[in-house]
């Protein structure tokens, strides 16, 4: 167990709806980032959080937010959802900004049809 | 971006057997890292290895960050070192976007 929790673990909607992913870090980590898993794309990294404040960005759509909250835990917001969303979410943690060791949860896989 | 290219693709070993995946790199690099994608789909941090060289019971794992490139060695394989093995680095002056490699899947045999 990697100490990274999310939820939920499956997630089936609608073209054009709206989700919320949640992740929460190991204790003690204050940076967490989010990547998604397709089988076209691979592992892409999206988004990267340091005690609240964004600290790097990548390939993430203008449909896709997030936000680390104060408590330290972070949501992924999907709107308008698409078929070619669908993947794996991922979320990681790891103890400062500068990627030390990453720590991966479970992931929530997202279905939209 | 950085390239990340892994090799081989793919690899089917025998219990028992040892193998070398390697990870090249485009450009100059201050992290990298080794993970596991196992069958269930769990990322499992292997190394954390910017350079030199670390061991972790059967697997060891070797970065040339001056040649841009670095090995996973797996010594007598086990069915559960099946599923992907990614390497993810970092950019030098890119903080915080580790970049991941197609991996390379392997499948042991019993």
């Known amino acids: 167990d990697s100490g990274v929790t999310q939820t939920p673990k499956h997630l089936i909607t609608a073209t054009g709806q709206r989700v919320t992913l949640r992740c929460s870090p190991r204790?003690?980590?204050?940076?967490v980032y989010w990547y998604q898993q397709s089988l076209d794309q691979g592992l892409q990294f999206l988004i990267q959080y340091y005690n609240g404040e964004e600290r790097a960005k990548g390939n993430i759509l203008e449909r896709f937010s997030a936000q680390q909250f104060p408590d330290l835990h972070s949501e992924l917001n999907l709107s308008s959802l698409e078929l070619g969303d669908s993947a794996l979410y991922f979320c990681?943690?790891?103890?400062?900004?500068?990627?030390?060791?990453?720590?991966f949860g479970n992931g929530t896989r997202l279905t939209v049809t | 971006g950085i390239q990340v290219e892994q090799s081989p693709p793919d690899l089917i070993l025998q219990e028992g057997a040892n193998s070398t995946l390697r990870c090249n790199f485009s450009d100059s690099v201050n992290n990298l890292q080794w993970f596991h994608q196992n069958p269930w789909g769990q990322l499992i941090n292997l190394f954390y290895i910017p350079s030199g060289t670390k061991q972790n019971g059967r697997l060891s794992a070797t970065t040339v960050a001056t040649e841009r490139y670095s090995l996973l060695y797996i010594s007598s394989s086990q069915t559960t070192d099946s599923g992907v093995y990614f390497c993810a680095v970092v950019r030098r002056d890119s903080w915080g976007k580790l970049q991941f490699g197609a991996g390379t899947q392997v499948v042991v045999t019993p």
């Open positions: 204790s003690g980590d204050l940076s």
């Open positions: 990681a943690s790891s103890v400062d900004a500068e990627v030390s060791p990453l720590h």
